[in-house]
Nanobody, 123 residues
Framework: QVQLAESGGGLVQPGGSLRLSCAAS????????VAWFRQGPDRGRDLVSC????????YYADSVKGRFTISRDHAQNTVFLQLTSLRPEDTGVYFC????????????????WGQGTQVTVSS
């Protein structure tokens, strides 16, 4: 059974940082593209960042470039998303997703999803 488990969310002040983790079981993330999507209030899930299966390519939404960094830990079968310089508009539930393609920008491009972790940026 494939499971993706996100962790690391929380309440943080504007300008603060968090590190989100996506730990996988039942699947090797080495052979999958892994993405982070964000779902804000009354919104669909938007692609925030993704790393291709090779690890050589990565994608960031314009709104997070220079502030978020995606990375892999092959030994832990985990993908991280480092969030820095957080803004109130970064608030939302962050979901990780895995799929065989190279970072599609749409939800249906991913086969496996975690339950999400809440990030709230507020003073």
């Amino acid at each position: 059974q494939v499971q993706l488990a996100e962790s690391g969310g929380g309440l943080v002040q504007p300008g603060g940082s968090l590190r989100l983790s996506c730990a996988a079981s039942g699947i090797s993330l080495d052979y999958n593209a892994v993405a982070w999507f964000r779902q804000g209030p009354d919104r669909g899930r938007d692609l925030v960042s993704c790393v291709g299966s090779s690890g050589a390519n990565s994608y960031y939404a314009d709104s997070v470039k220079g502030r978020f960094t995606i990375s892999r830990d092959h030994a832990q079968n985990t993908v991280f998303l480092q969030l820095t310089s957080l803004r109130p508009e970064d608030t939302g539930v962050y979901f990780c997703a895995a799929g065989p393609q190279s970072c599609p920008g749409y939800v249906l491009g991913y086969d496996y999803w975690g339950q999400g972790t809440q990030v709230t940026v507020s003073s």
